[in-house]
Structures are given as C-alpha cells and as structure tokens.
C-alpha cells in the first residue's frame, strides 16, 4: 500500500503521458494508468520501470467504456485524473470526421462519469492552442478569441465547453484545460521520446528521422508566410518542461478550489528553418529540404503569453530550443526505430 495520492493517467502509454507519468512519480504521486494502445506501445512500459524504479501500473482499457472504467475505480480510487486519451492527427481529423468526435468527445465525459461515480470531481484536461485558429493578436493570450479549424481542433474547443458546463451544473468539478503549443523533444535519458506511427505529421519528428538516415529530405510548407524567414513560426516547448506543466496544475486542483484554463508554451517563436538549423547543431548531421507550397490550414505564426501559467501555477518552461533539439536527436539516435528498437543502455 502507498500513502501517496493516486492519479488516474488516461493515455498513459503516449508521448505527453509517458513523460507526465514520470514527472507525476517524481513529484511524490502514485500513478493508474490506462491504455488500449490505440496509438501508442505496450513496449513504453518496459521503459519506464528503470525510470520509475518500480513496473508501471498500467490497465489495458479503452476509457469509452466507461463501466469498465468505473469498475477499476472502484477497486482503485483516484484523488484526480489527467486525461490524455484522444486522437490529435490534425490532416486526419479531416478526413475521419465521426472517428473524432466520437472518440475524443466519448472519452472524455466517459472519465468524467467514471470519476463522478467514485466521489472524485478533479480533472486536468489535455487541450491544444488550435483552439485559438489562426491567431489574430500574438502573442496569444487565454482570453484570445477561439474558433475550430478542423475536427480535432473542434474536438477540444468542444471539451473544454463540456468542463466549463459541467462546473456550472456541479461546482463540485474542479478542472484545468492546458492549451499546449508544439510539444517536441525527449526525455534526456534517451529510454522514451516521440514514435509517430508512419510518416510524421510534425516538424520535429520529421526532422529526427532525416537526421538519423530514415527520411531523405525534409519538405518546407512554404516559405512565403509574413515572418522573419517566411517560413512557420510556432512555440515549441520541450516535453518535460510540458510534463511539469500537468504537474503544477494538478498541485493547485488539489490544493486550491477552482477551475482553470492555462497556456502552456514557452512565450518564444521558432520558425521551420530556425529548427532545422538548431538540430543540425545538435545533431552534427545536414537536414536537407526542399521548400514547397504552404500546407493547408496552417497558419503563419502561433506563439504563446504564458503569464497566466506562471502567476497562477508558478510553472515556466525552461528548455530552450537547443536543449529540446539534444534531447530529441539522443532520443532518436538510440532508438532509430522508436519503441521497435532494441533498449538502449541506460546512460
Ligand atoms: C510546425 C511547422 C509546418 C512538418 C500541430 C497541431 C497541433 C498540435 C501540434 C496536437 C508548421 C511546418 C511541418 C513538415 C514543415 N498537435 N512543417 N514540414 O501544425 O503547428 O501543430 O501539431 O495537439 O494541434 O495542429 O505543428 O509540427 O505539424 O508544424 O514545414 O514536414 O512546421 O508548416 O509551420 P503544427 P507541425
């Protein structure tokens, strides 16, 4: 038995979940997690338990069953859940429109009635900074107009309505939406780190995988947007500083009464090329590209006011680019297959 408080971490074998699990452990929580490996690896966990030091806690689950769902409360009580469980492919959120919002909608007021059913009302929630479209005034502020821009976007403008409806009906709820910006990087252990399922959507891991010999050039989406090298510009935040950035949010759920919408980003822009340079140093290898039309839905520039993390939470990144282009390379380095690759030692 452990006295430390549980928390029930929905995703929890995924990319922002894995490094969350961590950071969670670390700052004194027992974690629950749940997976249906949907999008993620049952090889993750035999990562984690070096990192842990104990075997993850990990029940296979798919959260829309929620019956399931509240039978393992039952028999695991929670003080709170962070819930990661979502599909988030932008480009396929187009295309499967139902398989969106089915999912990412169910899962969500499915923990949320599984929580409720066991006493427990705390709940960060994974959302995103497509939430704010194409930004009108940068930096981006939380009080920022929203809008959808695609079923995936809809999907968490929608959930954060669903908690915001939910306090109000029950003040019992306390819950915090983290808008995150452009998650990159890797634990700097090199045991865990970001292993999209075929071609990578997003920059970075696209560029890891040019760096280490498994793509042959990297395709710029245009490089005639109204910023500093015409190229895209996004706030990119290492996945730790991320990770503590759920942490924080948990404590204050925990320790204060009251809701929450926080940005999570570092405050600084990036563009594509700025990128491409930063993990050439880091890497020592060339990224060559070929620069080619804009892809459609992005938007030029996209870059957070993280203020509000900082005063309310006490929480600021604090990895700059350089760090989150190491982390990421050291990661894909020892593993150029992701979790399909041999474990490396532990450094
Ligand atoms: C970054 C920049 C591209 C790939 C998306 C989702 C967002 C969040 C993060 C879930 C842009 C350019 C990219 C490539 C390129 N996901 N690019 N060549 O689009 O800002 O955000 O991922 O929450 O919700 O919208 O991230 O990494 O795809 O693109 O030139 O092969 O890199 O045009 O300027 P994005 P990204």
Redesign the pocket.
């Known amino acids: 038995m452990t006295d430390r408080p549980r928390i029930l971490l929905t995703g929890a074998a995924g990319y922002i979940a894995t490094h969350t699990w961590l950071a969670l452990a670390e700052a004194g929580f027992d974690v629950l997690g749940v997976d249906n490996f949907a999008n993620s690896s049952p090889k993750v966990l035999d990562r984690l338990a070096p990192l842990l030091g104990h075997a993850p806690r990990l029940e296979v689950l798919d959260v829309t069953q929620t019956d399931a769902l509240q039978d393992l409360l039952r028999r695991e009580p929670v003080q709170a859940a962070v819930h990661f469980a979502a599909y988030?492919a932008?480009g396929e959120s187009t295309q499967k429109p139902l398989d969106y919002y089915r999912n990412n909608l169910m899962s969500l007021i499915s923990v949320c009635e599984a929580l409720r059913s066991q006493g427990c009302h705390r709940l960060v929630f994974s959302s995103?900074?497509?939430v704010y479209g194409d930004p009108g005034v940068l930096p981006l502020r939380e009080d920022a107009p929203t809008t959808s821009t695609n079923p995936?976007?809809a999907t968490k403008l929608v959930g954060e309505q669903i908690l915001r409806d939910l306090g109000v009906a029950d003040p019992a709820w306390q819950t915090a939406c983290l808008r995150?910006f452009?998650p990159v990087g890797a634990h700097p252990s090199g045991l865990i780190g970001e292993d999209p399922r075929g071609t990578p959507?997003?920059?970075?891991p696209?560029v890891a995988q040019v760096a280490v010999g498994r793509r042959e050039r990297?395709?710029?989406?245009?490089n005639d947007y109204p910023t500093h090298d015409g190229?895209?510009v996004?706030d990119y935040i290492h996945v730790v500083d991320l990770a503590n950035g759920h942490v924080a949010a948990l404590r204050r759920l925990l320790e204060q009464p009251g809701s929450f919408t926080v940005n999570l980003g570092t405050g600084q822009g990036y563009s594509?090329l700025d990128v491409v340079r930063a993990y050439e140093a880091a890497s020592g290898r060339p990224i060559p590209f070929d620069t080619v039309p804009r892809?459609p839905g992005?938007v030029a520039a996209?870059w957070a006011d993280p203020t509000h993390a900082h005063q309310l939470l006490g929480w600021q990144a604090r990895h700059g680019l350089a760090r989150m282009c190491e982390d990421s390379w050291r990661w894909q380095r020892l593993n150029p297959l992701g979790y399909d690759s041999p474990t490396p030692d532990t450094p």
Do not use: E, H, P
């Open positions: 988030k932008v995103s900074a497509t995936y976007g995150y452009n959507n997003n920059l970075m696209y990297l395709q710029v989406f245009g190229t895209g996004r594509v892809r992005d996209c």
